[in-house]
């Protein structure tokens, strides 16, 4: 029996980049920029991906390990105003399961040289992760993640 | 800020810094175990495996009981699996994301020389 449970969380990431805010904004809204460097996993095959951007637009891509479970995003672009700001609404499915739904908001900076990207997401994260593909699976991913992130806190 | 309380992951992330410990995570994501057949493939003493054990129960990660003169031990998936984890993860993909958008930004940049790209 899935245990139900919805957990709130607000985190935010900055980054200042090297470039001017046209050009962090230009890697965010077209097709080719964004595939390009945003996608979690690049080694996973693509099934299925639109990306219409404008208010209103829907960005929705089908990915995951080749046989595995599928991972899927659908967005709506809620506002968009030139190289300054973008905020969507996503949601986030393993298979059938909804994980989580979220919003999230780009804010670009100018900043002495360069840009300040400053990310805010707002989410709510759901049961259905618990189970996904049985306890074997759910604790290697676990693992691995754990593994990645012990990596990156050594790193910095 | 994420708005959970980062301890239990803290002592998840010790538990795991250790290469014993992952391999007996490991052993333990495949089915329940005893101490002794945890203890086989490691070339330590018994003693030196239950204190290792020790750590994994303390950090959440694992649970034991002792049945008769056995005591088994199993995964504890909700450690692993909470929506915290899932949490801690969205982030962290984040962070790689915006780092290879940097690394984008970079590669793509029409006024550096070209012998600096990529």
């Known amino acids: 029996m899935t245990v139900r449970n919805a957990k709130h969380a607000t985190f935010t990431i900055e980054r200042v980049y090297p470039a001017s805010p046209a050009r962090v904004f230009a890697a965010w809204s077209s097709k080719e920029a964004k595939t390009a460097w945003a996608y979690c996993h690049p080694e996973w095959p693509v099934s299925d991906h639109v990306f219409d951007f404008r208010e209103g637009g829907r960005e929705h891509l089908v990915t995951g390990p080749a046989g595995g479970t599928r991972h899927v995003f659908d967005a709506v672009f809620h506002d968009i105003v030139p190289d300054q700001r973008i905020v969507y609404a996503y949601d986030m499915h393993l298979d059938e399961r909804r994980i989580s739904i979220s919003l999230a908001t780009l804010e670009f900076f100018a900043v002495a040289g360069g840009t300040r990207l400053v990310l805010t997401e707002q989410g709510v994260f759901l049961d259905g992760y618990d189970d996904i593909a049985g306890r074997e699976e759910g604790t290697r991913i676990g693992l691995d993640n754990l593994e990645r992130q012990l990596k990156q806190q050594r790193a910095a | ?118």
């Open chain 2, 1 to 118: 800020m994420l708005n959970y309380q980062a301890a239990p992951l803290d002592l998840a992330f010790q538990a795991l810094a250790d290469p014993t410990r992952r391999l007996m995570v490991e052993r333990l994501s495949r089915g329940p175990a005893s101490v002794s057949e945890l203890a086989q493939p490691l070339e330590m003493t018994l003693s030196a495996v239950v204190q290792h054990l020790a750590v994994l129960e303390a950090s959440g990660l694992v649970r034991s009981e002792k049945v008769g003169r056995v005591r088994t031990c199993r995964i504890e998936p909700t450690a692993l699996h909470s929506a915290e984890r899932w949490i801690s993860e969205r982030r962290a993909s984040w962070e790689r994301r915006l780092d290879r958008l940097g690394t984008f930004l970079a590669d793509t940049d029409p006024t550096s020389e070209p012998r600096r790209r990529k």
